[in-house]
Nanobody, 121 residues
């Protein structure tokens, strides 16, 4: 079993910052790419940022310059640093990871349960 657990969400004022964390646990042999998505009410899930096992990152244009992604491979954890938050950033934020559970197994995508981020004064 593999579990991804997000933390760090909450209520923040416009212009504020939050740092989301997502820790993977369970039977894990290797983690390839990790990423963050969000879904606002009535909207489709949006890809925000990805990071490879070699720390190559890609950030969506909608949050470029405000959000950064990083990871700690020793802790199987990915982070999303969010600065200059806007009310339109309000959404449920999800992490995802491509994980191989054994040496010979293929990589599969796993998802966290999501954490709410609300940007409001």
């Amino acid at each position: 079993q593999v579990h991804l657990v997000e933390s760090g969400g909450g209520l923040v004022q416009p212009g504020g910052s939050l740092r989301l964390s997502c820790a993977a646990s369970g039977t894990i042999f290797s983690i390839n790419a990790m990423g963050w998505f969000r879904q606002a009410p009535g909207k489709q899930r949006e890809l925000l940022a990805t990071i490879t096992s070699g720390d190559s990152t890609d950030i969506a244009d909608s949050v470029k310059g405000r959000f950064t992604i990083s990871r700690n491979n020793a802790k199987n954890t990915v982070y999303l640093q969010m600065n200059s938050l806007k009310p339109e950033d309000t959404a449920v934020y999800y992490c995802s990871a491509s994980i191989s559970v054994y040496f010979y197994s293929k990589y599969e995508d796993y998802w966290g349960q999501g954490t709410q981020v609300t940007v409001s004064s």
